[in-house]
C-alpha cells in the first residue's frame, strides 16, 4: 500500500479532474471521460491494481460517473431550447445498441487492446480539435437514415470502448453537417445520457466475477472513485453550460487536443514503450 501522502496527493489530483471533467461536460456536451479514464488508469496503477482489468475498470469507472453529469447538463441545455431533440429520437435505439455492444466488446478484449483503442482514437480526435476550421463540411444537413442511425450505433461502440460520453464524436458529426456548434454541444449532452446508461449495466455484466478488482466494485464500476467524482462534477457542470454560450470555443479546444495528444502518447509508451 503506498504511503498515505501519496494516497492524498492522487485523491487530490481525483478531485481536480473532477472539477475539469465537469466543466468540460458542459463546455463540450461531453462526460469528461477523456479526462478520468486516463487519470482512473495511473491511480488505479498506484494502487496496484491487476493490469488484466486496470484499463477496464478506468473505463467502465468513468462511464457510471458520466451518467449523473450527462443528464445535469443535458437538462441544462435542454432548458435552453437547443437541444436537436429529433437526432435524439432518431438515436434511441443506435447508441445505446452501440454502447452495449461496446461493453460485449470489452468483455472479450484484454487491458492492450482497450489502451490502444483509445491512443488511436484520441489522435484522430486530437487532430480534429487542434486543425479544425468551422468551414470543413461535408454536407449541408444531417445524412438521411440508415447513414444516420449508423453513425449512432458507431459512436455508442467507440465512445463505450473509450469511456466516454461521445460528445467530441457527435460535435463533429454535427458540425460537419453544418449544424451549429450550439446546437451540437447541447445535443451532445443527450447522446451522453444515451451512451452512459446501457454503458454502466454493460460494464457490470463485463466485468462480473472478474478477479483482482479493487474493494466496492461492481463488475468493473469502483463505486469509491464515482462516490468521490460525482459530487464534484454535478456541483460545476453547469458553469462548464454558462462558458460554452458566452465564450470562443477555439483555443480551448487546441488546448484540449493537446492534452488528447499527450494521453495517446501515454498509452502507447505503455503497450510499447
Known amino acids: 500500500m503506498p504511503p498515505v501522502s ?11 479532474a473532477g472539477v475539469v471533467a465537469g466543466v468540460l461536460a458542459g463546455l463540450f456536451g461531453i462526460g469528461g471521460g477523456a479526462i478520468l479514464v486516463p487519470v482512473f488508469y495511473q491511480v488505479f496503477g498506484l494502487l ?20 449523473p453529469t450527462s443528464v445535469r447538463s443535458f437538462l441544462a441545455h435542454y432548458r435552453r431550447g437547443v437541444v436537436d431533440l ?9 447508441v445505446p445498441l452501440g454502447a452495449i455492444l461496446a461493453s460485449v466488446i470489452a468483455a472479450h478484449v484484454g487491458s492492450e487492446t482497450l489502451r490502444l483503442i483509445f491512443a488511436v482514437i484520441a489522435l484522430a480526435l486530437a487532430f480534429r480539435m487542434i486543425f479544425n476550421r468551422s468551414s470543413w463540411h461535408i454536407g449541408t444537413d444531417l445524412p438521411r437514415n440508415p447513414v444516420k442511425w449508423l453513425v449512432g450505433v458507431a459512436i455508442g461502440i467507440l465512445s463505450g ?18 449544424r451549429p456548434i450550439h446546437q451540437a454541444v447541447a445535443t451532445s449532452a443527450g447522446v451522453g445520457v444515451l451512451i452512459s446508461i446501457p454503458g454502466l449495466f454493460g460494464y457490470v455484466w463485463a466485468g462480473w466475477g472478474e478477479a ?14 464515482v462516490a468521490l467524482i460525482i459530487p464534484i462534477t454535478l456541483l460545476v457542470a453547469p458553469l462548464g453550460v454558462r462558458l460554452a454560450h458566452a465564450m470562443d470555443r477555439r483555443q480551448l479546444e487546441a ?12 498509452f502507447f509508451y505503455s503497450l510499447y514503450g
Open 6 to 16: 501519496e494516497l492524498m496527493m492522487f485523491a487530490l489530483a481525483l478531485a481536480a
Open 255 to 266: 488546448g484540449f487536443g493537446i492534452f488528447m495528444v499527450l494521453v495517446a502518447i501515454r
Open 86 to 94: 429529433d437526432l435524439l429520437r432518431n438515436w434511441i435505439v443506435a
Open 212 to 225: 483482482g478488482l479493487p474493494p466496492l466494485s461492481t463488475g468493473f464500476i469502483n463505486w469509491i472513485a
Open 161 to 178: 470502448l473509450m469511456g466516454i460520453g461521445g460528445g467530441v464524436l457527435n460535435n463533429t458529426f454535427m458540425t460537419l453537417h453544418n
Open 48 to 67: 496496484g491494481i491487476d493490469d488484466a482489468v486496470r484499463m477496464h475498470l478506468s473505463v467502465g469507472t468513468s462511464l457510471a460517473i458520466i451518467v
